[in-house]
């Protein structure tokens, strides 16, 4: 990508700092409505599990109380505290939905941080909604532009791209410019993981990545509300996202992905609700 160019990050930046929700396509709108949904009845399903009762436990343990809900329990905590539980339990029983293409989660990636700063900044369901998409749409075309290439060297994709889309979806319900989110999303790049080594003992890490992700991009947007500067460049950069998480020869990078056709073209379309709760490479 030339660097005479804006940026990927500008242009991301550009689409969600001025979208508003009408923009959007009616269809990928009501399935935005669909799949947020699903997430809310996976989020009370995962509170029967050991997973969900010990994430809540923990988290409350710090003991910073808040106005943010906690999906299905009678908890406030702050945003951040708030997002990474609901992102545990939005996630944790791999049933949530899943875009083929990019080997993501698209809604875990977004909501737990549109549900806690649209609830303590007490924005419209059109605002958080619009946040939402612009920030699932970006984890989405990261995903696509690494062609899986997050997996074969051991991240676990949906953990790697949650910190960049929860700060789109961040930065856009706290009104910032698009200087604001590109350095938001610099930031993010500098906190962006999730090692797939559970695979080895069935550790429940997995489950827990996009409620950091959303953690980081919650922490990213206020920083560069407050003048904060993160790298332009994150993911195209030298030593930026691609450089370093992917190894060369494992996996074809297609980075015009990322922003061919941005806020025309909307992935989040094609995102598919699981019809059972496994894998989907199974």
């Given at each position: 990508?030339?660097?005479?160019?804006?940026?990927?990050?500008?242009?991301?930046?550009?689409?969600?700092?001025?979208?508003?929700?009408?923009?959007?396509?009616?269809?990928?709108?009501?399935?935005?409505?669909?799949?947020?949904?699903?997430?809310?009845?996976l989020a009370l399903a995962s509170h029967?599990?050991?997973?969900?009762?010990?994430?809540?436990?923990?988290?409350?343990?710090?003991?910073?109380?808040?106005?943010?809900s906690v999906i299905g329990s009678p908890?406030?905590?702050?945003?951040?505290?708030?997002?990474?539980?609901?992102?545990?339990?939005?996630?944790?029983?791999?049933f949530d939905d899943t875009h083929l293409?990019?080997?993501?989660?698209?809604?875990?990636?977004?909501?737990?941080?549109?549900?806690?700063?649209?609830?303590?900044?007490?924005?419209?369901?059109?605002?958080?909604?619009?946040?939402?998409?612009?920030?699932?749409?970006?984890?989405?075309?990261?995903?696509?532009?690494?062609?899986?290439?997050?997996?074969?060297?051991?991240?676990?994709?949906?953990?790697?791209?949650?910190?960049?889309?929860?700060?789109?979806?961040?930065?856009?319900?706290?009104?910032?410019?698009?200087?604001?989110?590109?350095?938001?999303?610099?930031?993010?790049?500098?906190?962006?993981?999730?090692?797939?080594?559970?695979?080895?003992?069935?550790?429940?890490?997995?489950?827990?990545?996009?409620?950091?992700?959303?953690?980081?991009?919650?922490?990213?947007?206020?920083?560069?509300?407050?003048?904060?500067?993160?790298?332009?460049?994150?993911?195209?950069?030298?030593?930026?996202?691609?450089?370093?998480?992917?190894?060369?020869?494992?996996?074809?990078?297609?980075?015009?992905?990322?922003?061919?056709?941005?806020?025309?073209?909307?992935?989040?379309?094609?995102?598919?609700?699981?019809?059972?709760?496994?894998?989907?490479?199974?």
């Amino acid at each position: 990508m030339s660097t005479t160019q804006p940026s990927a990050a500008r242009q991301i930046a550009g689409m969600a700092a001025g979208l508003r929700l009408e923009q959007v396509p009616a269809p990928v709108v009501d399935r935005a409505r669909l799949h947020i949904l699903d997430a809310l009845g996976l989020a009370l399903a995962s509170h029967a599990y050991d997973y969900g009762r010990r994430t809540i436990a923990g988290v409350a343990g710090i003991g910073e109380e808040g106005r943010c809900s906690v999906i299905g329990s009678p908890l406030r905590l702050n945003p951040r505290d708030a997002a990474l539980v609901n992102g545990v339990l939005i996630h944790g029983l791999d049933f949530d939905d899943t875009h083929l293409s990019s080997i993501i989660h698209p809604t875990c990636t977004a909501l737990p941080a549109a549900l806690a700063l649209g609830e303590q900044l007490d924005r419209s369901g059109a605002e958080m909604l619009a946040a939402f998409i612009a920030g699932a749409e970006t984890g989405i075309r990261i995903g696509l532009a690494v062609n899986g290439g997050f997996h074969h060297v051991g991240y676990h994709a949906t953990g790697v791209v949650s910190h960049f889309a929860s700060a789109v979806t961040a930065g856009r319900l706290l009104g910032l410019d698009a200087a604001q989110i590109t350095s938001a999303q610099g930031v993010v790049g500098s906190t962006a993981s999730g090692i797939q080594v559970f695979l080895e003992e069935g550790a429940w890490t997995k489950r827990f990545h996009p409620g950091w992700g959303a953690v980081a991009g919650i922490t990213a947007a206020h920083l560069a509300r407050q003048g904060f500067q993160g790298p332009t460049r994150p993911y195209e950069g030298k030593f930026g996202l691609y450089e370093t998480h992917l190894h060369p020869g494992r996996g074809e990078l297609r980075a015009d992905a990322l922003t061919a056709g941005l806020g025309d073209v909307w992935h989040f379309g094609e995102t598919a609700l699981k019809p059972y709760p496994v894998c989907h490479f199974i």
